[in-house]
């Protein structure tokens, strides 16, 4: 488990990345959602040792991992959101070359690790060709190799899925799926998908707070009933926006179906009841004004605690 | 697009987006550490140089003589020259070189070449901006020499510094600065564009420096044609070779230097002009390049890969728990050894590695023509070779470190790999240990090149074989502390600045320092980190002077690699450090904590040095002795300088030597006598500052003298009448020499385990001195004063020697003890020799008088001929014929042309290079090993012969004659002895090395006389710049001339009679009583007088140029006319020749034969005449005095390839 305690990251600025963030990830998929810039990054680059915190402490498994960085490496599989490699080498000589820097071991040998782990991510054709001629979603397939391999008791991924396509999307979450059995997986992202898919629990940070710490089911129940939608026309919609909670606007056909929050119950005339998604709660939570005010504590709102309920903690 | 008052966006259109480029990063460069961090150092520099420590070689050193301003346009010129070559171009390859590739590390490429903005307007705008913050940088340290010079008080640089004029700092940056940086900027840039490769754009500045200082602007023998000279000029971009070879070489008075501007020539304007083609032209390409690669229209090579994953049904993969991975750390060996893999993997696809190898092999190549005196060919041995290219491999490894480290150290960074890196378990220390060892690879690869190419070198010269020892010696041990502590140092600048861009400018500002303080003789063996020019290498004696100081320096250094490497792995941050914590740290309790926790590892280097500072202070050249010499003079100099003294008649001496431990005991006894005109009541003596337990008699009875700071002044019981005698014994022990230097100095005396040589005349090494030594004490810009000025009739007075001490003749007896394995030579004939109980013990005896001693200990073969030896080192056997054919020429011709060899034996012993020169003592010359004994002799160059012939002849000039104590009475030896070799060398060798001879000492004369203080023969005594040459090289051309105007017949008869009045006259002779006899055998008195007052009472010299000349077909022969202008001074008959074919050819063919017709014109100063030759063949050229008859300057452009008249009148091309 990694207990994080009032971890607090100052920039020169200033600006504050992380405003003292309290939070308890148990053993399995645990996913990190929140928009951009909200801190997720720091947070992960904290854990992975790369960034020194302003204050704070985190421990996994009740070993402080703040101080002493390097007691994490070891135990480590981490996929940066921005990453490269040496362009010369190919593809199998880097992974090779981190395996070894990594210290991994397997039976059958390094090199025949490397193949299965290419295999695995579906760079078997273009093990031999220098990296610099990969595509984007090649290095992040790579990337993720890298991150696999080993056998790391906590492993970080912060926006995996970037540059990936649907299908190579969901060959990743079987992996990471494998792997969250029975150890730690820290996702982060801001593709709300990801986390419905993968994370029986998740948080969710904006300006550097926790504003929630919950599950799918839980965030999704929170605002059963409240959720609405119908079309409008493009001139409609500026209006819509002033005066209801809008919580999505997709163009179809030239017009606009919008889902809205009503909590009171009380939809835009011809919007219907609909079943709410995560993302619905995600928008919701994610509303300027209504998701900012009142933060106490670990920075999780009234507002966010009436709108979502009590979070459920899971058993460890 | 317009903005809403309708005035035109500036940004719009092509230009407007090019300014916006050039906007941005001009900005950025304004900010950046790197340009200031320029300024500072050029502020730094400018500062310093303020003092007048660097100006041209001209101007008289005098009081209220005028002096070189360093504010003159010609000093500014070469100043800037140098700084733009040396500091500016590492500065400028940062700058400019990395300008495009930190756009493409920062990715901002893609939405750059998105926008409406062309490849061609990025370059340029990014190249123009490079230009312009280097052009501010320029105009920055303009400002500054400006007002260091001319607004900040002067003391004692007053002289120097001359009155303001903007033009003198405006011209040189226009016409050598600016067309440099347009160059330098736009080649790295290039260089950088082109390949995106960091390193390879510091191959510009490196290529600059190496070929530069180790080539282009030192390599200038006396033998290089004119045109082969203005092809290298014109080659050397920089404009050095040509400002030094048109205008500074040859002295144009300090007058001319203060006042003129820098004349061009169309050389040089074009040359200009070239490298502002060269820097536009490669931006332009470089706009080419990138337009073609930016827009991907190139197709795919043969071979590339398919760009897409094959359509395959893949397989469903099995679960990761299958493969049974486990996680952990690498060990630290295993750590390094990947990283130092990974590194050497990218090294190898690096073009660096095959574009500097190549630069070391060429620079290596280099040694096949390096010449040594008198611009003879070297003799390279393994040693040599050696401890020679040490500097340039340090420069060019330490600069390759540098480059190569930092970008290894980015390279995660830069490659965006960092965060992954960094998160791996593998330890701080084990990475930083893989890639200083990958790159250390680099190091080694040019090492291991430049050994292969020392290798080729000795193959190719044929005579020395291959030793790997010197090289494992040199470079091994004392290089590789070198490099270890520098790349720890890069390693820790990198840690410390967190960035590549403060990592070079640490770098590039150490080494720049460093140079600095090296070229201004401040450094010493306690800051010497590169021990840059403080070793030397004797094939004899392998390190052994100051062997203490060497180690203790090699120790130190390594302590500080430690020390660096341990500041490095503290201060890496594979973690990027929180601001706020970081101020906490800096608090003084954790910085204090801090630095304990560092002690340990400055315990080694702190230690060692000290060590050397002490033994820098008390040794030969430090503190402790200046103050020691400084209280000789401050308490003798009024009252014993010039005072009289007696001479020696007897010197009977018994040396033992212990050289593992470099000490010496002497004990002897001199006999004095009194030879002057006067009563002497005292009897000074100079002691050495090295001396212990010292004792005194006085004819046989104790004494006890009175002593004054080592200036021992006896007072006999009755004065010393003339003619008198009395005897001094002494008794003595030390250690000579007596502490390490500075340095790495050399040292003429020694006692040390491969040899001793010692002289009795130099200084009291191993025997008092008797009288004062005025020299002794005097630092040149403390207390040395303007040279005394002598009345013209002074040389009528009865003068004594120009060596008190050795008046008269004396006899010597020297009974020497040494270990077994040593030889011994020593003044005189050896009367026995023995060997007992592991140690030798030789008695000697001069078996005629003699005017000298010395003792010389050696492990030598010995080659004899009729009444010479040449002891030698078996490993040099080259130039042993050589030299005893000189001597054996010496004896014969001098002998029968001057006066018989009165001595049984000439010998001729060498010694280790640890000082380069030749002494002629009387019967016993020494002779270092490397000014003739590993030279390879050719006719034009023949160092081994000429140098032999010189110390021979000192056998009768001064050993048989002894100048008098004044003005030009060295003249009477140096000269002497040049001006015999002239003759002997005609004798027995033949015309063309005689006119190779003259030449080169008349190079040597042209290009460092100065002008302003030169004085005339007569008057010339050796303290002032320039003196030596005019002694040595003037005085023996000048006497070669007299010979001339006088007749063989003549001129010989004449120094027999010269020799006869003086040989053992108690008046010793200067040059206006030489003279005197000279005149009495003139054929002609006035030729004769008119000759002396030019060339002996004056400093005439002239120079010849040719113009017009042509060649013009007439009536079945040739005619050949030109105009001949006599641009220097004096009035001198001069032949000229029309010439065809090659004079001296080494092999002899119809097509080479040498063909004449000459004329002969008198031009005085200034004057210039036409001249007609009319020759029977086909002339190619027009040679003025082409047997080197007559002294003067520049000789190569007094000769002219000749152009024939067509019948219209016009002149062919050649």
């Known amino acids: 488990m990694i207990q994080i305690r009032s971890l607090v990251k100052v920039y020169p600025g200033p600006v504050t990345a992380l405003q003292g963030v309290d939070l308890d990830v148990p053993v399995g998929m645990f996913g990190l959602l929140g928009p951009n810039g909200a801190g997720k990054t720091t947070l992960m680059r904290i854990l992975a040792g790369l960034l020194e915190p302003t204050s704070g402490t985190a421990t996994l498994d009740g070993e402080d991992i703040l101080s002493r960085p390097e007691r994490v490496r070891a135990r480590l599989g981490y996929l940066p959101q921005e990453f490269g490699f040496y362009p010369h080498l190919s593809g199998q000589q880097m992974l090779i070359h981190l395996l070894r820097l990594k210290g991994v071991e397997a039976p059958g040998g390094l090199k025949r690790l490397a193949s299965e782990l290419l295999e695995r991510v579906n760079l078997s054709f273009a093990a031999k060709r220098a990296v610099k001629s990969y595509s984007g979603g090649m290095r992040q397939r790579l990337g993720i190799a890298q991150a696999l391999a080993g056998n790391p008791r906590l492993v970080i991924v912060d926006e995996p899925t970037a540059g990936l ?152 | 697009m317009s903005s809403a008052s309708g005035a035109r966006d500036p940004r719009a259109g092509s230009l407007g987006r090019l300014f916006e480029v050039f906007q941005r990063e001009f900005i950025h460069n304004l900010r950046r550490p790197l340009f200031w961090m320029l300024i500072l150092l050029l502020g730094l520099l400018s500062w310093e140089l303020s003092g007048g420590h660097a100006s041209i070689s001209s101007g008289d050193a005098r009081v209220g003589g005028t002096k070189a301003w360093i504010t003159s346009e010609y000093a500014i010129s070469q100043l800037m020259i140098l700084m733009i070559s040396i500091i500016y171009s590492f500065f400028v390859s940062v700058g400019a070189g990395m300008s495009l590739i930190r756009d493409g590390d920062q990715k901002v490429g893609e939405l750059l070449h998105a926008t409406r903005l062309t490849p061609g307007e990025y370059v340029w705008g990014k190249y123009l901006a490079v230009l312009a913050s280097f052009v501010w940088v320029l105009l920055m340290h303009l400002g500054l020499a400006m ?29 050598f600065a600016l067309p440099m940086l347009v160059c330098a900027v736009g080649v790295s840039f290039a260089i950088s564009g082109l390949t995106r490769q960091p390193v390879l754009v510091f191959a510009l500045p490196l290529a600059i420096l190496l070929f530069g200082a180790f080539f282009f602007w030192e390599w200038s023998p006396a033998w290089l044609s004119l045109a082969v000279n203005r092809v ?133 190549f280099g040694s096949i023509v390096d010449t040594g005196a008198f611009d003879t060919p070297l003799l390279n041995t393994p040693g040599i070779l050696a401890v020679k290219n040490m500097n340039t491999l340090t420069l060019l490894i330490c600069m390759l470190i540098l480059f190569y480290t930092v970008e290894s150290l980015q390279r995660e960074r830069s490659s965006g790999l960092a965060p992954i890196h960094y998160a791996t378990p593998l330890q701080t220390t084990s990475m930083l240990l893989g890639k200083c060892a990958a790159n250390t690879l680099l190091g080694l690869a040019v090492v291991l090149a430049a050994l292969g190419g020392c290798a080729i070198v000795l193959l190719v010269q044929g005579k020395v074989p291959f030793d790997p020892g010197p090289f494992a010696l040199a470079w091994g041990l004392l290089l590789v502390p070198t490099f270890l502590v520098w790349t720890a140092f890069v390693c820790a600048s990198f840690a410390a ?52 100081a060497l180690v203790l320096n090699r120790l130190m250094v390594l302590g500080l690699a430690a020390l660096f490497l341990a500041l490095t792995v503290r201060l890496f941050a594979r973690r990027e ?40 202070h008390g040794g030969r050249e430090g503190e402790t002795t200046k103050k020691l010499q400084r209280d000789y003079w401050k308490k003798n100099v009024e009252t014993w300088k010039g005072a009289k003294c007696p001479s020696l008649a007897a010197a009977d001496l018994d040396l033992e030597f212990d050289p593992r431990a470099s000490q010496l005991r002497s004990k002897g006894e001199y006999t004095l006598v009194n030879r002057t005109a006067d009563t002497l009541l005292q009897v000074p003596v100079t002691g050495g500052l090295h001396w212990k337990k010292v004792s005194w008699t006085m004819d046989g009875a104790p004494a006890r003298p009175e002593e004054r700071a080592r200036l021992y002044v006896f007072a006999p019981p009755h004065p010393l009448a003339p003619g008198d005698r009395m005897r001094i014994g002494f008794s003595l022990e030390g250690r000579y020499p007596d502490g390490v230097s500075k340095n790495g100095a050399g040292t003429m005396e020694y006692v040390l385990p491969s040899g001793v040589v010692l002289t009795g005349f130099s200084g009291p090494a191993f025997a008092p001195i008797v009288g004062y030594m005025p020299d002794v004490g005097v630092e040149p810009d403390k207390n040395k004063t303007d040279p005394h000025e002598y009345p013209d009739d002074y040389w009528r007075r009865v003068l004594p020697a120009a060596l008190p001490m050795f008046d008269g003749w004396c006899d010597t007896h020297i009974r020497i003890i040494g270990p077994a394995e040593l030889q011994h030579n020593a003044t005189g004939v050896m009367v026995s020799e023995k060997v007992e109980n592991g140690r030798r013990i030789t008695e000697w005896r001069s078996d005629s008088p003699v005017r000298a001693f010395n003792v010389v200990l050696g492990r030598w073969k010995v080659k004899r001929g009729d009444g010479v030896a040449v002891y030698y080192d078996a490993r040099h056997p080259y130039n042993v014929d050589e030299m005893l054919e000189a001597l054996v020429a010496a004896r014969r011709w001098y002998g029968e042309w001057f006066a018989p060899y009165p ?56 050993c048989m004659v002894m100048p008098g104590e004044g003005p030009g009475g060295e003249v009477l030896s140096e000269g002497m002895a040049h001006f015999s070799t002239i003759l002997l060398t005609e004798q027995a060798r033949g015309l063309e090395q005689r006119i190779a001879f003259c030449k080169e000492i008349e190079h040597r004369y042209g290009n460092t006389r100065q002008r302003d203080s030169e004085r005339p023969l007569v008057k010339v005594d050796g303290s002032l710049p320039g003196d030596q040459r005019i002694i040595y090289d003037r005085g023996g051309y000048a006497f070669w001339m007299l010979y001339q105007l006088m007749g063989r017949e003549s001129n010989l008869a004449a120094h027999r009679e010269y020799l006869r009045t003086f040989r053992a006259s108690v008046d010793h002779p200067l040059i206006e009583d030489y003279l005197a006899v000279m005149r009495h055998h003139a054929p002609d008195t006035t030729a004769f007088d008119g000759f002396v007052k030019q060339w002996f009472f004056g400093t005439v010299v002239p120079q010849y140029l040719i113009a017009d000349a042509e060649r013009v077909r007439t009536e079945g022969a040739w005619e050949v006319r030109a105009r001949l202008k006599n641009v220097g001074t004096g ?43 009319r020759c029977a063949f086909e002339p190619e050229k027009l040679i003025v005095d082409p047997d080197a008859r007559v002294l003067m300057l520049e000789r190569q452009k007094a000769e002219i390839k000749l152009r024939l008249k067509r019948e219209d009148g016009r002149l062919a091309s050649r």
């Open chain 2, 577 to 616: 450090a929180d601001a706020t914590r970081l101020v906490h740290s800096l608090r003084p309790r954790a910085l204090g904590r801090a630095a304990l926790a560092m002690a340990p590892f400055a315990i080694v280097p702190l230690g060692c040095g000290l060590a050397l500072a002490f033994l820098v």
């Open chain 2, 147 to 175: 007002l260091f010079n001319h607004v900040i008080p002067h003391g004692e640089n007053r002289d120097v510094i001359g009155p303001f004029v903007l033009g003198n700092y405006l011209r040189p940056a226009l016409i």
């Open chain 2, 497 to 548: 600045t967190g960035n590549r861009y403060g990592a070079y400018v640490l770098g590039i500002g150490a080494m720049a320092l460093t140079g600095f303080y090296q070229m201004r003789g401040k450094m010493s063996w306690t800051f010497n980190w590169d021990i840059w020019s403080a070793v030397r290498w004797s094939d004899i004696s392998v390190f052994e002077l100051d062997r203490s």
């Open chain 2, 903 to 958: 001595w049984k034996e000439l010998k001729l012993s060498e010694f280790p290079g640890l000082a380069s020169y030749a002494q002629g003592s009387p019967t016993n010359i020494t002779f270092s090993e490397n000014i003739g004994f590993l030279t390879r002799s050719e006719p034009k160059a023949n160092a081994a012969f000429w140098i032999t012939a010189h110390e021979a002849a000192h056998q009768w000039w001064p």
């Open chain 1, 165 to 316: 396509d649907p299908e190579e999307r969901l060959h990743f979450y079987h992996l990471l799926a494998e792997l969250a059995e029975d150890r730690i997986v820290l996702l982060s992202t801001h593709i709300v998908e990801d986390v419905a898919v993968l994370c029986p629990q998740f948080a969710v940070i904006r300006a550097g707070r926790l504003l929630a710490k919950t599950t799918p089911r839980a965030a999704r129940q929170a605002i059963e009933g409240a959720i609405f939608e119908g079309t409008v026309s493009p001139s409609e919609l500026p209006d819509l926006r002033r005066t209801r909670s809008v919580t999505q606007a997709i163009l179809v056909e030239g017009c606009h179906r919008v889902r809205v929050y009503e909590p009171g119950g009380v939809p835009p005339p011809g919007f219907e009841r609909v079943t709410a998604t995560l993302e619905d709660a995600y928008l919701v939570l994610m509303r300027p004004g209504q998701g900012a005010a009142g933060f106490e504590g670990n920075g999780e709102p009234e507002a966010a605690k009436r709108r979502l309920g009590d979070p459920v903690r899971i058993p460890e």
């Open chain 2, 1131 to 1173: 009035v001198m008959p001069i032949e000229i020749a029309a010439t065809r074919g090659e004079r001296f050819p080494k092999r002899r063919t119809k097509e080479n034969a040498w063909r004449h017709a000459r004329a002969m014109l008198t031009l005085g100063a200034g004057e210039e005449k036409a001249v007609t030759i």
């Open chain 2, 232 to 364: 290298l000029q014109f080659a050397d971009l920089t404009g050095l070779r040509w400002i030094n070879e048109t205008w500074l070489n040859v002295d144009k008075g300090v007058d001319f230097y203060n006042h003129q501007r820098v004349g061009l020539d169309a050389l040089i304007v074009a040359q200009r002009i070239l490298c502002v083609i060269v820097g536009l032209g490669a931006v332009g390409f470089t706009g080419l390049r990138f337009a073609i690669q930016l827009r991907g229209s190139r197709g795919p090579r043969r071979g590339d890969a398919a760009a897409t994953a094959p359509d395959l049904i893949r397989p469903e993969p099995a679960l990761l728990g299958e493969l049974s991975m486990r996680s952990g750390a690498p060990g630290f060996w295993a750590g390094a050894i990947e990283v130092a893999r990974g590194e050497f993997r990218e090294l190898l696809k690096h073009p660096g590695i095959y574009l500097f190898v190549p630069m070391i092999l060429i620079q290596v």
